[in-house]
């Protein structure tokens, strides 16, 4: 098996805590219900195996309310990985939380230094690329601090701007295959995919712009009924999955978790 950067072996999840009722939001969405939300995210990881991924499962974190958005503070690259440094001060400790794990599967695991924040949400990793959004998360002496880790990875940084009402660049873009992306007009109109094919998120379901490519699977937000039929007449197998409760936390499909194939040794 070869690994692109959509094909995967592994994952880190983190169930959803209690806590996860007081997770940052942007809106006055009411508070997630943390069982249904750990019923949701069962589902997730079922799919993530169902995949063909393998999955290692993190206990909650009562201390940290967002820590099942697992993919924030950290970024899992092909040689290395690198804990980040999460723009919200609540989130900014999740990053020590993930440093054991990873090292269970990378030798390098190395510190975005300090100076600036970036969270993985930000974050768009494409065969020859990796794409980061400014954002309210993000910023530029982030983005600057994590370019050399990055490119001694191989692959060159490029930074883009996220729109300023959407939280992550992620939240409305995600990876369908090598050449293409799926995005809200909001993300197209900036021009950031240059020469990659993009496919625009039906109007009104934005919610399913926030999408992963896993192995042969779309994992696709339940409930955009024109964005499951486009993808399906584009030879696209999708998988859908129930957000709600991940949705009142401004938390999507791309966030929980972190997808990566570990360096042969
Ligand atoms: N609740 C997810 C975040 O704001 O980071």
């Not at 609540?90 to 440093?99: I, Q, V």
């Not at 370019?147 to 060159?156: I, K, M, N, T, W």
């Amino acid at each position: 098996m070869t690994f692109s950067s959509y094909q995967f072996s592994h994952a880190l999840t983190r169930k959803p805590g209690r806590s996860v009722a007081k997770g940052l939001r942007d809106g006055g969405t009411a508070d997630p219900d943390p069982n249904i939300f750990e019923i949701e995210h069962a589902a997730y990881v079922a799919a993530l195996k169902e995949a063909g991924v393998a999955v290692a499962e993190l206990p909650p974190d009562e201390g940290f309310p967002d820590s099942v958005f697992i993919e924030d503070p950290a970024l899992c690259l092909r040689r290395a990985a690198i804990l980040l440094r999460p723009g919200a001060p609540t989130r900014l400790g999740e990053r020590e939380t993930l440093r054991d794990s990873l090292r269970r599967f990378y030798p390098k695991v190395l510190d975005l230094p300090e100076g600036g924040f970036v969270d993985g949400g930000d974050i768009l990793t494409t065969e020859r690329e990796v794409l980061i959004g400014l954002s309210a998360r993000t910023n530029e002496a982030g983005a600057e601090a994590l370019r050399p880790l990055v490119e001694a990875d191989g692959r060159p940084l490029r930074l883009v701007n996220t729109p300023p009402e959407i939280l992550h660049f992620k939240t409305e873009c995600g990876l369908l295959d090598e050449k293409t992306i799926f995005a809200t007009e909001a993300i197209l109109a900036s021009g950031c995919f240059g020469d990659y094919e993009t496919i625009a998120c039906p109007e009104g379901e934005e919610a399913a712009a926030n999408l992963i490519r896993v192995n042969d699977q779309v994992f696709l937000s339940k409930g955009h009924p024109k964005t499951a039929e486009l993808l399906q007449d584009r030879g696209y197998q999708i998988t859908e999955l129930a957000t709600s409760q991940a949705a009142r936390v401004d938390g999507g499909l791309s966030c929980m978790s972190l997808r990566f194939t570990p360096p042969k040794p």
